[in-house]
């Protein structure tokens, strides 16, 4: 990546051409590989576009049906990978009629990670950044569902998926598959580890956060020790084979973490799973329980990841700050009222007042403040993990909009006030505080027509540039014409709109 950077950067960009006589300059080897080099990037890490994308689009929330269509039963519990198989009968009773003691008989291999750290002391992602790399050919909603489930653990815990560098080591490689179910390992398992993600039913928000937290460290939350006192687990209605997918888990390998049991987590597997005849499998002690969601992370899973992660009393870096604007209420008198009426002069002017009284019924017009929410961040920092990437690919002046809200400090606008509030007044606002005061104070008792003043209606909006339909690269009429445009080139999506008539 750090080759790319530096490409990026140079004047190659803009130089090194081929003029053929008469004809669009032709890229010479450097230039193309450095389009070449920005596409495979763009395939590999999410972009602006797909995190405003996931803003906006409509979050699924799976069926129990659809959820149970997505189990795996060749692997353990239907989505962990890493586990090997458990064939032998008197294994298989052991596990039900005495919880595991030895937890290398079900973690064979060192690098399989469960929750307990006393156990697996290293199996955790260091720092909560969590490496990542997507397989090429996702389609934008497949890229907006993985950027919800990012953004849902980037609002709720401090942990971060962050795209690889060349450092990395271990990463986890976020692909798709053709009727394999949704699967992960438990915990950083060393190296290129796997997230798989069936086509056309694993991409949604829910089912990818539940496997995102395998990756973290954690089992499913039926696995825990006292499970026993919280469900039912109903043998005569699962499927034969499957009764592996059901043990609890001594504390020397499963942590609860000192949390209660929760129904709601995104980690329970759901009533029908891995049901021989449509009816529960898991059946919640209490009635009014339900079990298995896989829309978003609960506040317990939350709490959990945060304290795994040792985050401490965490909480997002909030994009709003409290103003306030005004409502307006009106009474009606039928006594007569006195009315200090002031009017605003130009600025080098003097105020003047006129008093008048009368016995009409009158209105009287009051504003009171009210607390709103505007965007404003209280200290300047990046609020995406992938800033620095994206600044270093352009996006500062290519993904103007999402980079000036969300990137503010990779792109060099900390200056820059990024808010747009309003509020809205009956009259304008006097010039200075002193004359606002005093048109204030200067209606007497029994005021008939008075208006106190606030701010008028006002909009401040960031001075960042703002884009323009532009080819943003010498060589883009060129790889317009010879077909790039139909491409799924993403640099031809962002650096050459003219070229490709996407204005």
Same mark, same amino acid.
């Given at each position: 990546m750090r080759l790319l950077y530096s490409l990026f950067h140079c004047s190659a960009f803009l130089v090194g051409f081929t003029l053929s006589v008469g004809v669009l300059p032709i890229p010479n080897e450097h230039a193309a590989s450095i389009k070449a080099k920005f596409d495979d990037y763009a395939e590999h890490y999410l972009l602006p576009e797909d995190f405003h994308n996931a803003e906006t689009a409509p979050v699924k929330k799976p069926t129990d049906a659809e959820i149970e269509s997505m189990q795996n039963s060749l692997l353990f519990e239907g989505d962990i990978m890493g586990v090997p198989e458990i064939e032998k009968s008197d294994i298989l009773k052991r596990l039900r009629d005495d919880p595991l003691l030895d937890e290398d008989e079900i973690f064979r291999k060192p690098f399989h990670s469960a929750l307990n750290l006393v156990t697996y002391p290293d199996k955790l992602w260091p720092e909560g950044q969590v490496p990542y790399m997507l397989e090429e050919g996702m389609t934008n909603d497949q890229r907006t569902a993985i950027a919800q489930a990012f953004d849902e653990y980037k609002t709720k815990t401090c942990v971060r998926f962050v795209p690889k560098t060349d450092d990395d080591f271990d990463y986890i490689y976020v692909k798709r598959n053709v009727a394999f179910g949704c699967s992960s390992y438990v915990g950083r398992a060393g190296g290129n580890q796997t997230v798989s993600l069936e086509v056309d039913?694993? *991409?949604?928000?829910?089912?990818?956060?539940?496997?995102?937290?395998?990756?973290?460290?954690?089992?499913?939350?039926?696995?825990?020790?006292?499970?026993?006192? *919280?469900?039912?687990? =109903?043998?005569? =209605?699962?499927?034969?084979? +499957? +009764?592996? =997918? *059901?043990?609890?888990?001594?504390?020397?390998?499963?942590?609860?973490?000192?949390?209660?049991?929760?129904?709601?987590?995104? +980690?329970?597997?759901? /009533?029908?799973? *891995?049901?021989?005849?449509?009816?529960?499998t898991i059946i919640p002690k209490d009635n009014e329980a339900d079990v298995g969601q896989r829309y978003k992370?609960?506040?317990?899973?939350? #709490?959990?990841?945060? #304290?795994?992660?040792?985050?401490?009393?965490?909480?997002?870096?909030?994009? &709003?700050?409290? %103003? %306030?604007?005004t409502t307006t209420t009106t009474t009606?008198?039928?006594?007569?009222?006195?009315?200090?009426?002031?009017?605003?002069?130009?600025?080098?002017?003097?105020?003047?007042?006129?008093?008048?009284?009368? /016995? /009409?019924?009158?209105?009287? &017009?009051?504003?009171?403040?009210?607390?709103?929410?505007?965007?404003r961040n209280k200290k300047c920092e990046d609020l995406n993990a992938h800033c620095g990437m994206w600044e270093q690919l352009g996006h500062c002046q290519h993904s103007v909009k999402y980079m000036a809200h969300y990137c503010r400090k990779a792109c060099n606008l900390?200056?820059?006030?990024?808010?747009?509030?309003?509020?809205?007044?009956?009259?304008?606002?006097?010039?200075?505080?002193?004359?606002?005061? #005093?048109?204030?104070?200067?209606? %007497?008792?029994?005021?008939?027509?008075?208006?106190? &003043?606030?701010?008028?209606?006002? %909009?401040?909006?960031?001075?960042?540039?703002?884009?323009?339909?532009?080819? /943003? =690269?010498?060589f883009c009429s060129y790889w317009a014409k010879i077909g790039e445009c139909n491409s799924e080139s993403k640099f031809m999506k962002i650096f050459c709109k003219a070229s490709c008539g996407k204005c």
């Amino acid at each position: 990546m750090r080759l790319l950077y530096s490409l990026f950067h140079c004047s190659a960009f803009l130089v090194g051409f081929t003029l053929s006589v008469g004809v669009l300059p032709i890229p010479n080897e450097h230039a193309a590989s450095i389009k070449a080099k920005f596409d495979d990037y763009a395939e590999h890490y999410l972009l602006p576009e797909d995190f405003h994308n996931a803003e906006t689009a409509p979050v699924k929330k799976p069926t129990d049906a659809e959820i149970e269509s997505m189990q795996n039963s060749l692997l353990f519990e239907g989505d962990i990978m890493g586990v090997p198989e458990i064939e032998k009968s008197d294994i298989l009773k052991r596990l039900r009629d005495d919880p595991l003691l030895d937890e290398d008989e079900i973690f064979r291999k060192p690098f399989h990670s469960a929750l307990n750290l006393v156990t697996y002391p290293d199996k955790l992602w260091p720092e909560g950044q969590v490496p990542y790399m997507l397989e090429e050919g996702m389609t934008n909603d497949q890229r907006t569902a993985i950027a919800q489930a990012f953004d849902e653990y980037k609002t709720k815990t401090c942990v971060r998926f962050v795209p690889k560098t060349d450092d990395d080591f271990d990463y986890i490689y976020v692909k798709r598959n053709v009727a394999f179910g949704c699967s992960s390992y438990v915990g950083r398992a060393g190296g290129n580890q796997t997230v798989s993600l069936e086509v056309d039913k694993c *991409f949604s928000k829910g089912i990818i956060a539940h496997e995102l937290m395998h990756a973290l460290g954690f089992f499913h939350e039926h696995s825990r020790t006292d499970r026993d006192d *919280f469900v039912d687990i =109903n043998e005569d =209605n699962i499927r034969p084979g +499957m +009764m592996r =997918n *059901f043990e609890k888990y001594p504390r020397k390998i499963i942590d609860s973490l000192g949390m209660p049991y929760d129904y709601e987590s995104v +980690m329970h597997y759901h /009533k029908l799973a *891995f049901s021989r005849n449509g009816k529960p499998t898991i059946i919640p002690k209490d009635n009014e329980a339900d079990v298995g969601q896989r829309y978003k992370l609960s506040e317990m899973d939350s #709490k959990k990841v945060n #304290k795994l992660y040792q985050c401490g009393e965490y909480s997002k870096t909030s994009s &709003t700050t409290t %103003t %306030t604007t005004t409502t307006t209420t009106t009474t009606t008198t039928e006594e007569p009222t006195t009315t200090t009426e002031v009017e605003e002069k130009p600025k080098d002017k003097k105020v003047s007042s006129t008093t008048t009284t009368t /016995k /009409k019924p009158t209105t009287t &017009t009051t504003t009171t403040p009210k607390p709103v929410e505007r965007s404003r961040n209280k200290k300047c920092e990046d609020l995406n993990a992938h800033c620095g990437m994206w600044e270093q690919l352009g996006h500062c002046q290519h993904s103007v909009k999402y980079m000036a809200h969300y990137c503010r400090k990779a792109c060099n606008l900390c200056e820059v006030e990024v808010t747009t509030t309003t509020t809205t007044t009956p009259k304008p606002v006097p010039r200075n505080k002193e004359k606002e005061n #005093k048109s204030a104070s200067s209606t %007497t008792r029994g005021t008939s027509t008075a208006t106190s &003043t606030t701010p008028k209606t006002t %909009t401040t909006t960031t001075s960042a540039p703002k884009e323009k339909c532009e080819d /943003k =690269n010498l060589f883009c009429s060129y790889w317009a014409k010879i077909g790039e445009c139909n491409s799924e080139s993403k640099f031809m999506k962002i650096f050459c709109k003219a070229s490709c008539g996407k204005c």
